[in-house]
């Protein structure tokens, strides 16, 4: 399972960091992802970690602004988000990736938490 | 806009096949990526059903299949079911100007 929290309502240029707890799996076994879903507009992978932090990748529009990290002796993932824009209203949600350890996620994301809501405004 | 194209809507009754197609192109389907399915009921989590093109995942029945060809993918939904009701994405991995983890714009499927 996957448990999301950290969401709320912030101006623009506002921050928030967003946390994922996970349980029921080797946490640290996997490469583990950020992805925001935009009623009407689907889904947008944000940024992913791989398994030890080492190697980590962002989009364009959040890169600078955003940073991805992982405590494995927590179980936990994190996103830290600065200078917030309306565009990055959506709810958050982290996933894990489907067998492999890398950053970007090779065969899929197979669990995914009922995500947090970020609302810039 | 989505880099892979899907088609907003499909429907068909009860019983019969639909076919959602993810068009891509060759900085990322054409180049070998692969494509990955997902089912998304609103309000719940997406749900991967296939992986790596064709692979179901454990506990997704066999009338849901998936296909690729050179820049294209597809999920074929066989003996349509009320619970099919829901948004199916294909994502893959692009190398271009919109580098990295990609998802089609997504397809909503209703039965009828």
């Known amino acids: 399972h996957l448990v999301e929290s950290g969401g709320g309502v912030v101006r623009p240029g506002g921050s928030l960091r967003l946390s994922c707890v996970a349980s029921g799996f080797t946490f640290g076994d996997y490469g583990m992802s950020w992805v925001r879903h935009v009623p009407g507009k689907g889904l947008q992978w944000v940024s992913g970690?791989?398994?030890?932090?080492?190697?980590?990748e962002y989009i364009d529009s959040v890169k600078g602004r955003f940073t991805i990290s992982r405590d494995n002796a927590k179980n936990s993932l994190f996103l830290e988000m600065h200078n917030l824009r309306a565009e990055d209203t959506a709810l958050y949600r982290c996933?894990?990736?489907?067998?492999?350890?890398?950053?970007?996620?090779?065969?899929?994301?197979?669990?995914w938490g009922p995500g947090t809501t970020v609302n810039v405004s | 806009q989505s880099v892979l194209t899907q088609p907003p809507s499909v429907s068909g009754a009860p019983g019969q096949r639909v076919t959602i197609s993810c068009t891509g192109t060759s900085s990322n389907i054409g180049a070998g990526y692969d494509v990955h399915w997902y089912q998304h009921v609103p309000g719940t989590a997406p749900k991967l059903l296939i992986h790596g093109n064709f692979n179901r995942r454990s506990g997704v029945p066999d009338r849901i299949s998936g296909s690729k060809s050179v820049t294209s993918a597809s999920l074929d939904i066989n003996n349509l079911q009320a619970e099919d009701e829901a948004d199916y994405y294909c994502?893959?991995?692009?190398?271009?100007?919109?580098?990295?983890?990609?998802f089609g714009g997504g397809t909503k499927v209703t039965v009828l």
């Open positions: 970690i791989n398994w030890n932090g080492n190697l980590i």
């Open positions: 994502q893959s991995y692009d190398t271009g100007l919109s580098g990295g983890v990609i």
């Open positions: 996933a894990k990736s489907n067998y492999d350890t890398e950053s970007t996620p090779t065969y899929g994301m197979d669990v």
